[in-house]
């Protein structure tokens, strides 16, 4: 990577949480000032009284550089970051606040002139009862407007942040109470201090002519610069389109089969967007919630490597070498990704927590395969009552044992178990917990064919597989509508090699088999049991197994 890209990602890792919290910054501050203006509900004086303390804070020095550094900072890196999107296709809410946040200088850079230039240039103290003058009520229609243009805008901006957040939904209602309630007692705050300060009409000006001139005609050419440089991040936005139709061209191909053509530059989430393409994003495509990730199935050799803020999102949801964030994803050359999570049926879960298996993951785990021997014949000879009742007294009792030592039922398969253990323990603890599924086994079916005694002609026998390597792990099937419905399988040759060793036990006259894998991953005394080689379908070489005849008998 070269030093100009090393310092790019920097500067691209750098910005979201910059903005983020000058952000915060800026709503604490318009927070603390609409709640002030509240207090003009109570009276003038005391409306004056909470001023000077919020006044003493951020007109401090630390106050000061803390809050001129965030609104500079805020507006460069969002003007900036509107500068370079790729894409006009914007969710209704986002377009709100992004429109809202380019109108929000063209109002606030009056007011801020109107009040704090004239403290700072002229020593003139800008209470309320001389800032209520000028405003009321001639410039009421024009705050009202700064009001709702500020406070919607930070709302969003929170909004966006908190939604990826489990607990945001519990108090989701209340928080959308508290911010319809803030703005309007503040404006009602206002309105009351306004007209009485007009009712005293016994203010005068502190202001000399040249001083009121001078106010008059910067507020003025403050509102033409700001025009100016949103005309200017409009201009270089519809010029960078323009010139992206000259770029080269890449081919993004769907799981589904649809195919989009698109300049080099947009990122997969602009694309998809511009295409009309539902993916899902619920932070909006700012790096946070990980809901826009793909799978890459083609085409990621060409990729550049996921950047500190991608990366850190994918580490924490757990996501395979070829998974990327569609809102950091920009392709190069042509491409073909499969989205992981469906656009509109996105839960806050999705954004936090780990979900692996949806997009399949290869890991070590142990696999065990159980079976009733001569179930046909036992089956042929009894009514499907008693079928049915025996073999739902035995899946149970077994399926308890398993998921009691720490195994994952997988699934049924008439009358025979498919079991994984060490999905999140890891291969030892797993080949443990199945050894000890398998002893539970054991003497459960004892106390079964006890129970069942006068339904039985013969005791119920059974045969034992287990294997421990490599699987691939994933949710199969239909989804349900979304996903969660989705059972996790083990997929590979380590499943195979367990079915084979369940099937072994009739050959080898025993109950249970395991590999020798099993064995030394569980740290199993090597005197149990009779060692063997098998040839096992589907594999070369030979199988180290071990058989042993009880399974109550393990010493585990």
């Known amino acids: ?63 000061t550089v803390l809050l001129a550094g965030a609104m500079v900072l805020h507006v460069m890196l969002a003007l900036g970051k509107f500068a370079q999107r790729r894409s006009w296709r914007v969710k209704p809410s986002e377009a709100v606040q992004l429109v809202f946040g380019l109108a929000i200088p063209l109002l606030l850079v009056r007011h801020m002139l109107g009040t ?86 016994s203010l005068v000006s502190p202001y000399t002519q040249e001083q009121y001139d001078f106010l008059i005609g910067a507020m003025g050419r403050s509102v033409w610069i700001s025009l100016a440089v949103i005309a200017a991040v409009l201009a270089y936005r519809v010029l960078r389109m323009v010139l992206d139709r000259f770029r080269p061209r890449v081919r993004v191909t769907y799981a589904e089969g649809r195919q989009v053509m698109s300049e080099v530059g947009p990122t997969l989430l602009e694309i998809s967007r511009n295409n009309d393409i539902p993916h899902a994003a619920v932070c909006g495509g700012r790096a946070r919630c990980s809901t826009c990730r793909v799978r890459v199935l083609d085409g990621g ?23 990327r964030l569609a809102c950091q994803l920009v392709p190069a050359s042509d491409l073909t990704v499969a989205p992981l999570l469906p656009a509109r049926r996105v839960l806050p879960a999705d954004t936090v927590q780990s979900d692996k298996y949806l997009w399949g993951v ?66 030892e603890a797993g080949s443990e917990s199945a050894l000890r599924a398998a002893k539970a086994m054991g003497g459960v079916l004892q106390a079964l064919n006890r129970t069942l005694a006068a339904d039985l002609d013969n005791p119920i026998s059974i045969g034992i597989g287990i294997h421990t390597g490599p699987a691939i792990l994933g949710r199969i099937g239909g989804s349900g509508g979304g996903g969660a419905s989705q059972n996790i399988t ?29 064995a030394e991953a569980a740290s199993l005394d090597e005197e149990i049991g009779a060692k063997s080689r098998i040839a096992v379908k589907g594999r070369g070489a030979r199988v180290q197994v071990i058989a042993i005849d009880k399974a109550v008998d393990l010493p585990v």
């Open 116 to 201: 704090r230039l004239p403290h700072e240039l002229f020593g003139v103290d800008d209470n309320y009862r001389l800032v209520l003058s000028a405003l009321w009520p001639g410039q009421a229609l024009n705050m009202a407007m700064l009001v709702v243009l500020v406070w919607v805008h930070g709302c969003l901006g929170l909004h966006f942040w908190w939604r990826i957040k489990p607990w945001y939904a519990q108090v989701r209602w209340p928080l959308f109470a508290v911010a319809v309630l803030v703005p309007a007692l503040a404006y009602a705050g206002f309105t009351v201090a306004g007209r009485a300060v007009l009712a005293e009409a």
């Open 490 to 518: 083990a997929l590979g040759d380590t499943v195979n090699t367990a079915s084979r060793l369940e099937s072994a036990t009739k050959k080898l006259s025993c109950q249970l088999v395991i590999s020798q894998s099993t």
């Open 1 to 63: 990577m070269s030093d100009s890209k090393s310092i790019a990602s920097r500067l691209r890792d750098w910005n979201n949480p910059v903005r983020l919290y000058s952000g915060v910054v800026l709503f604490v501050f318009a927070a603390t000032h609409l709640l002030n203006h509240s207090i003009g509900l109570v009276s003038l004086d005391a409306m004056e009284a909470v001023r000077e303390v919020r006044a003493g804070f951020w007109r401090s020095l630390p106050g």
């Open 362 to 427: 290869e890991q070590t785990v142990a696999v065990m395969f159980a079976d009733i021997r001569d179930f046909t014949t036992f089956s042929e000879s009894r009514l499907p009552y008693d079928v049915v009742f025996v073999l739902n007294q035995y899946l149970g009792q077994m399926s308890d044992a398993i998921e009691d030592a720490g195994g994952y039922v997988d699934k049924f398969i008439g009358d025979g178990i498919m079991a994984i253990f060490g999905m999140e323990q890891g291969a």
């Open 301 to 323: 050799e060409t990729l550049a490597p996921p950047e500190e803020t991608e990366q850190r999102v994918l580490e924490r949801v757990g996501a395979a070498e070829n998974v």
